[in-house]
């Protein structure tokens, strides 16, 4: 399967091309960062340590999504909603690790599913996302007695809040409920907050270091505390978990699909 890497020259892109490497039957045949980044130009196997590539970064889509069968995305929602369209275009498959995005983008992604393979998620991890179907039982096994609590730590570097992956949780744990996330999440407490409103699923966010991703969903009840997390331990598990999901995709028809789909865990 012949693949292109988008954000090739940042930590996830840098993982992404060594898994490509090491997997067969993938192929890297094109690496992408932004215009002005200072990486244009380098071979993408050397700036991440696997040697020459004979794959120079570029900032041009169009010709590199024409000669692909998919394309690897971990950058910002702007940059995801471009890489959406073209590769709707181009009818190859698009994974999607891109955190932070709207409502409005994730109906721009949606859009372009309708013409593409798309496998989007939160978090690209088998670990996470078994995790994700846990808590989904667990939230529908126990009843709003139980306080629910997502809590995730991640490295300063790290630009929104909650992550994608504390998000996937929540929603989860509201699927599992039966209640919508955005009228029961409460996502800052300062000051006199009162009591804590029964039903409610609340999020607590921690920066710092050069943690990867320690993620926690706390069911709180009388007498008894039930406490599901994953910790990530580099970005390898990501990248290999992402690359799963473009072989995966190939041969398949258009639509949005989840890491859930790719490991059959969907409900």
């Given at each position: 399967?012949?693949?292109?890497v988008?954000?090739?020259?940042g930590r996830?892109?840098?993982?992404?091309v060594?898994a490509?490497?090491?997997?067969?039957g993938?192929?890297?045949?094109?690496?992408?960062?932004?215009?002005?980044?200072?990486?244009?130009?380098?071979?993408?196997?050397?700036l991440?340590?696997i040697?020459?590539?004979?794959?120079?970064?570029?900032?041009?889509?169009?010709?590199?999504?024409?000669?692909a069968?998919?394309v690897?995305d971990f950058?910002?929602?702007?940059s995801?909603?471009a890489?959406?369209?073209?590769?709707?275009?181009?009818?190859?498959?698009?994974?999607?690790?891109?955190?932070?995005?709207?409502a409005s983008?994730?109906?721009?992604i949606?859009?372009a599913?309708r013409?593409?393979?798309?496998?989007?998620s939160?978090?690209m991890?088998?670990?996470?996302n078994?995790?994700v179907a846990?808590?989904?039982k667990?939230?529908?096994?126990?009843?709003?007695?139980?306080?629910?609590?997502?809590?995730?730590?991640?490295?300063?570097?790290?630009?929104?809040a909650?992550s994608?992956?504390?998000?996937?949780?929540?929603?989860a744990?509201?699927?599992?409920r039966?209640?919508?996330l955005?009228?029961?999440?409460?996502?800052?407490?300062?000051?006199?907050t009162?009591?804590r409103?029964?039903?409610?699923i609340g999020?607590?966010?921690?920066?710092?270091?050069s943690?990867?991703g320690?993620?926690?969903?706390?069911?709180a009840g009388?007498g008894e505390?039930i406490?599901?997390?994953?910790?990530?331990?580099?970005?390898d598990?990501?990248?290999?978990?992402?690359?799963?999901a473009?072989?995966?995709g190939q041969?398949?028809?258009?639509?949005?699909?989840?890491?859930?789909?790719?490991?059959?865990?969907a409900?």
């Open positions: 399967m012949r693949l292109v988008m954000g090739a020259a996830m892109g840098r993982a992404l060594c490509i490497k090491a997997t067969p993938a192929e890297l045949v094109g690496a992408l960062e932004r215009p002005g980044s200072v990486a244009l130009g380098e071979d993408v196997g050397l991440s340590g040697g020459r590539a004979d794959v120079a970064i570029t900032d041009d889509p169009l010709p590199l999504f024409a000669r069968d998919g690897i950058t910002t929602p702007q995801t909603l890489a959406a369209e073209i590769a709707a275009q181009a009818r190859i498959v698009h994974v999607i690790g891109t955190t932070g995005l709207s983008d994730d109906a721009a949606a859009a599913a013409h593409a393979v798309i496998v989007k939160g978090n991890s088998l670990g996470v078994l995790l846990l808590v989904r667990a939230a529908r096994a126990l009843d709003a007695d139980y306080d629910i609590e997502v809590l995730e730590m991640h490295h300063r570097h790290k630009v929104d909650p994608g992956t504390a998000l996937m949780l929540g929603r744990a509201a699927e599992g039966g209640v919508d955005e009228a029961a999440s409460v996502r800052v407490r300062d000051g006199h009162g009591p409103e029964s039903g409610s999020f607590a966010t921690l920066r710092g270091g943690v990867v320690d993620h926690q969903v706390i069911l009388e505390r406490e599901l997390g994953h910790r990530a331990e580099n970005r598990i990501f990248a290999r978990g992402a690359l799963k473009a072989l995966w041969g398949r028809k258009p639509g949005l699909y989840s890491m859930a789909d790719v490991l059959g865990l409900d």
